[in-house]
Nanobody
């Protein structure tokens, strides 16, 4: 079975940086799109960043200019570099492959989430 494993979360002071990683394990034919979502307590899950196989990216307005999403296609891994962190960035961050193709059909796969806490 295909699994997404997120890592890199932790506790950081405002203004600091973290890099999140999401590694995909299993038999994979292609992953056209990879996303990072986050969800804070009492709030709806939101899309933070998006990247295509070709490297085209999009960001939520709240993180644009501070976060950078990238991917290593050979390793089936996506990263989220988070700089100038703010307390409002505190959330559980989830990686997502909404159109993973295993050679026979598409799957929407989610990682387990990694906690990011930004203190003031």
């Amino acid at each position: 079975q295909v699994q997404l494993v997120a890592s890199g979360g932790g506790l950081v002071q405002a203004g600091g940086s973290l890099r999140l990683s999401c590694a995909v394990f299993g038999s994979i034919f292609s992953i056209n799109v990879m996303n990072w979502y986050r969800q804070a307590p009492g709030k709806q899950r939101e899309l933070v960043a998006h990247i295509t196989t070709g490297g085209m990216t999009n960001y939520a307005d709240s993180v644009k200019g501070r976060f950078t999403i990238s991917r290593d296609n050979a390793k089936n891994t996506v990263y989220l570099q988070m700089n100038s962190l703010k307390p409002e960035d505190t959330a559980v961050y989830y990686c997502n492959a909404p159109e993973l193709y295993n050679g026979k059909y598409y799957e929407n796969i989610w990682g387990q989430g990694t906690q990011v806490i930004v203190s003031s």
